[in-house]
């Protein structure tokens, strides 16, 4: 078997049409999630997501698609996270037109998610102009709100389990994955040979997604590995999150949690209404400063039947948060003293209102800010975590003073282990396994445990590598 960036050929005795994979992102990175698949004349993209983390990564978003759109006939998404759903409205800003495949339930965050983006967008490139911090001299947004509600008219949601005809002469069946609400492992079908692609894992033991369904078989596989080269670690997240909340308001301080608005923002309020109810953190004003996440939460409560939490915690939930819903809101919640906690989108602190609160924040050591989730490199976030003194927030550096926490252990991402036992429950190994979604490190380690514990053959492609899968 040969293996370069440009190509890599499998033979396998099948016949007919070549399928063909070519891995367009989340390649030795864990963004930008897009695969281009090719059989049959058909041109398909599982998951569409933007890059995010380091520039070199995030200046992908801005050119074109490598494939360009002539004939490429759908997508299929995994799931709504913006790294792997993100760039769709950029594909329609470009002219793509075809339609777009997912789970029901990522259909409805999605309705959220993407207008987000899209508004997020041009606020920050207006923002940039009118603060002159970018290098242009009218910024102009990847794409626009607009953009984003003109592509969801391409959705096409269908159900769980069942094949589903999405370019001629292949299907697609998608299978809850846990991780978020709809997310879902996707098993092409082209009538001679499947190949899977596992999405984002979420945890067998997870709080509110129930476990990924396992995958019976298929001739090739692409596994996520975010957390390849490493177990999560067993503690109370629960009772380190109460002593962050103790301390902080014995100091007087405020507890910022920047959170991804699908799935972490909801488990935190979990964890806090919990930890309310036996009194353990007393009545702290809990703020949920993310439009975006608030409507995620409703999305939750109508889609009861696909994770664990019951009607009453979700009402318990309702009634402890105070949802922070305007800018006019958002701008009184900055200026509020005292102990509080704030939840406030984006997760790695990348962008939205939670910059604003910590720019208020992060200079004063009475406070503290509580990363619940995987920091890509290159994002605010993990140069936090990574202990950075001074942070750049809008064009403007400030110093960190405020008390910095990761409760890692909140990840709703697999960890090589959780990975290896989904995969060890798959009746026939693969004829292939790619492993993606990963950063070098965290991608050749589960490569070797796949090739060392299950005799697989496997590899860990590069950005723009092409699979024929004979």
Request: glycine share 10%.
């Amino acid at each position: 078997m040969q293996f370069s960036a440009d190509r890599l050929r499998l033979t396998a005795s099948t016949g007919g049409c070549i399928l063909k994979v070519q891995f367009l992102g989340a390649a030795q990175t864990v963004t930008g999630s897009k695969y281009l698949v090719s059989t049959n004349g058909s041109r398909i993209l599982v998951d569409c997501g933007l890059y995010q983390g380091i520039k070199n990564l995030r200046e992908r978003n801005w050119r074109p698609l490598p494939i360009g759109l002539h004939g490429l006939d759908t997508v299929v998404l995994t799931h709504a996270h913006i790294d792997h759903s993100g760039y769709l409205p950029a594909l329609y800003r470009q002219g793509y037109r075809g339609t777009i495949y997912c789970s029901r339930a990522t259909f409805e965050l999605c309705k959220v998610l993407l207008p987000d983006a899209g508004h997020l967008q041009e606020e920050d490139a207006r923002y940039a102009g009118k603060k002159r911090f970018s290098r242009h001299a009218k910024p102009e947004p990847l794409f626009s709100e607009q953009d984003a509600l003109d592509v969801l008219t391409q959705f096409r949601p269908v159900d769980y389990n069942e094949p589903h005809p999405v370019a001629k002469g292949l299907d697609a069946t998608l299978r809850p994955a846990g991780h978020i609400l709809g997310a879902c492992s996707v098993t092409l079908n082209d009538g001679l040979r499947s190949l899977a692609f596992s999405g984002d894992l979420g945890r067998p033991d997870d709080p509110i997604m129930f476990p990924p369904e396992p995958l019976t078989r298929a001739d090739y596989l692409v596994v996520e590995s975010t957390y390849g080269d490493r177990r999560h670690a067993h503690v109370d997240a629960e009772a380190e999150l109460r002593d962050i909340i103790d301390e902080t308001s014995r100091r007087g301080g405020v507890v910022l949690v920047p959170s991804f608005a699908v799935g972490r923002a909801q488990l935190v309020l979990l964890m806090l209404q919990r930890l309310r109810t036996r009194g353990a953190i007393g009545n702290v004003p809990v703020y949920l400063n993310s439009p975006m996440a608030i409507k995620a939460t409703e999305i939750f409560s109508r889609f009861h039947k696909e994770h664990r939490l019951a009607a009453g915690e979700c009402e318990l939930i309702d009634e402890m948060t105070t949802y922070v819903r305007t800018a006019e809101e958002s701008i009184e919640l900055t200026k509020r003293k005292g102990p509080s906690i704030i939840i406030s989108a984006s997760g790695m602190a990348s962008g939205g209102r939670v910059l604003h609160h910590m720019k208020g924040l992060i200079g004063d050591r009475r406070n503290s800010i509580v990363f619940v989730g995987f920091q890509a490199p290159g994002t605010r976030g993990a140069a936090l975590v990574g202990g950075a003194d001074k942070v750049k927030i809008h064009g403007e550096y400030h110093t960190v003073r405020a008390e910095i926490h990761h409760l890692d252990a909140l990840s709703a991402h697999a960890d090589g282990d959780e990975i290896m036992a989904w995969l060890g429950k798959m009746n026939l190994p693969p004829r292939h396994t790619f492993i993606t979604h990963g950063e070098p490190a965290a991608a050749d380690a589960m490569r070797l445990r796949l090739r060392d514990e299950l005799g697989w053959q496997c590899s860990v492609p590069e950005y723009l590598t092409e699979a024929a899968l004979d």
